[in-house]
Nanobody, 123 residues
Framework: QVHLVESGGGLVQAGGSLRLACAAS????????MGWFRQAPGKEREVVAV????????LYADSVKGRFTISRDYATNTVYLQMNSLKPEDTAVYYC????????????????WGQGTQVTVSS
């Protein structure tokens, strides 16, 4: 059975940092894209960052470029999201996801999801 478990969320002041982790288990994820998505109240789920399968290339939403970094540990099936210079608009539930679709930013292309972790940035 596949499980994705996020951790590391919390409350932080604007300008601060958080590091999210997603531990994946139940199958090999080396052949899958691993992504972080977020959803704020009343808004659609949106892509934050993706680590592409095979190439290891990293893609970011424009809103987080230069502030967030996605990394991936293939040995432990863990993906991280380092978030620096956090802003109140980064407040959302952050989800880890795994998938093999061609549209990396489309959440419907992802097969497996974690339960989410809340990130709250105060001004």
């Amino acid at each position: 059975q596949v499980h994705l478990v996020e951790s590391g969320g919390g409350l932080v002041q604007a300008g601060g940092s958080l590091r999210l982790a997603c531990a994946a288990s139940g199958r090999s994820f080396s052949g899958m894209h691993m992504g972080w998505f977020r959803q704020a109240p009343g808004k659609e789920r949106e892509v934050v960052a993706v680590s592409l399968r095979w190439t290891g290339a990293r893609l970011y939403a424009d809103s987080v470029k230069g502030r967030f970094t996605i990394s991936r540990d293939y040995a432990t099936n863990t993906v991280y999201l380092q978030m620096n210079s956090l802003k109140p608009e980064d407040t959302a539930v952050y989800y880890c996801a795994a998938g093999q679709g061609n549209s990396y930013s489309d959440y419907s292309q992802y097969d497996y999801w974690g339960q989410g972790t809340q990130v709250t940035v105060s001004s």
